[in-house]
């Protein structure tokens, strides 16, 4: 148990379906984040969330929407993705106080996505 | 762009031999690394960490090294058992940029 809790665990969606993605820390970190990781790839950074303000968009697609109510949730919310979405996506946390070792990350056990 | 890789993308260990998982970075402002254990159907998990004024690291089983000469870092792991079969993943910080980057990962294979 990393403090980091996602769901669902698995999911698989059509082309033209709408899903959300749910991850929630009890870390009490300052800093949530969105990373896809997929087959014999690096991780991938999506978005990060620092005290609930979007500070990275890293060029992901607009069918990807995060959403940041507070600084313990964090939601990815899908609609119309393709095949080639398909991966783990993984949300992490960290204490985000700009000091280092401060980025440190604490990982969810990710979600894994399948795209029809 | 940087980048942070591995040497070897499987590693294949007797168990109860040494590991050693290798690293190569590229961005020589980088002050802080961190390495990951990736268990099947988990997410990665921390294993340690070290900053950029260390060389050395030690932890329960798991040593870092770090070489800025070369830009080199590694995961030493003492008397593999079949439970540190995972891939592992390295990772650097900037400093400025204040997140992670990581490397494509190294699958270790314990073998009984």
């Known amino acids: 148990e990393t403090g980091v809790t996602q769901t669902p665990r698995h999911l698989v969606m059509g082309m033209t379906n709408k899903k959300s993605l749910k991850c929630e820390q009890h870390l009490g970190h300052n800093a949530m984040y969105w990373y896809k990781q997929s087959a014999k790839k690096p991780l991938e950074l999506m978005f990060v969330y620092n005290f609930k303000e979007q500070t990275e968009n890293n060029s992901v697609p607009s069918r990807f929407s995060p959403e940041c109510p507070n600084s313990s949730h964090l939601f990815l919310h899908l609609h119309t993705l393709q095949p080639e979405d398909s991966a783990l996506y993984l949300c992490?946390?960290?204490?985000?106080?700009?000091?280092?070792?401060?980025?440190?990350?604490?990982f969810g056990s990710g979600t894994q996505l399948s795209v029809l | 762009g940087e980048s942070v890789g591995l040497h070897l993308p499987t590693l294949s260990v007797q168990e109860g031999d040494n590991s050693i998982i290798n690293c190569a970075y590229s961005?020589?402002?980088?002050?802080?690394f961190i390495w990951y254990k990736q268990e099947s159907g988990k997410g990665p998990q921390f294993i340690i960490d070290i900053r950029s004024n260390m060389d050395k690291r030690q932890g329960q089983r798991v040593t870092v090294l770090l070489n800025k000469t070369v830009k080199h870092l590694s995961l030493q792991i003492a008397a593999t058992q079949p439970g540190d079969s995972a891939v592992y993943f390295c990772a650097e910080n900037t400093g400025t940029a204040s997140k992670l980057t990581f490397g494509t990962g190294t699958r270790l294979q314990v073998t009984l």
């Open positions: 961005n020589s402002a980088s002050d802080y």
């Open positions: 992490a946390s960290s204490q985000g106080t700009g000091q280092i070792g401060s980025e440190k990350l604490f």
